[in-house]
């Protein structure tokens, strides 16, 4: 019996869309002296640590629609917090039209890829979204720590809260 993941992966782009607008807006509030202050994280400032979950949300969306070998850095990358939110929303709605159609066969398909390195992968569709979303999670709790870092209380994007909001 084959398993049909499309709902789980329909519903966490959903998820994602979610907690990335919550962050975006969060950071909208942040004087710039803070927004780019290097804290000595993964990706130094709040900014690029955002800027990188979308340019890795970017990445994954050429790999898995026509460029298995695209490469992060080679992606265009917003300058400023204004570029990222006029990106950022076409982004998440190109997302979700290319996983709407996706049948329970094509979730479980493997995509052949490439990394930065050039080592090649084979892995489930299903498998790279919700890598993807964790990634986001995993660097947007970075941007939570570096809001209290800055004085800030951060907002919540965990995923029972997105649950909650959807009843």
């Not at 400032?45 to 695209?70: C, G, K």
């Amino acid at each position: 019996m084959e398993t049909d993941f499309g709902p789980v992966c329909r519903e966490h782009i959903e998820f994602m869309k979610w907690a990335d607008n919550i962050m975006l807006s969060a950071l909208s509030n942040i004087h710039q002296d803070q927004l780019y202050l290097k804290r000595g994280n993964s990706f130094e400032s709040l900014f690029d640590t955002l800027n990188h979950v979308y340019l890795a949300e970017l990445v994954w969306f050429r790999r898995v629609t026509d460029e298995p070998n695209a490469r992060i850095v080679d992606q265009p990358s917003p300058t400023d917090l204004a570029g990222l939110a006029s990106a950022w929303p076409a982004l998440h709605q190109q997302w979700i039209a290319w996983a709407t159609p996706r049948s329970a066969t094509e979730w479980a398909l493997p995509l052949v890829y490439s990394n930065l390195p050039g080592t090649e992968s084979r892995v489930p569709f299903y498998q790279i979204l919700l890598h993807l979303v964790n990634h986001g999670t995993y660097h947007r709790g970075q941007v939570a720590t570096m809001l209290r870092q800055a004085g800030i209380k951060p907002p919540g994007t965990d995923l029972i809260l997105f649950y909650k909001s959807r009843q």
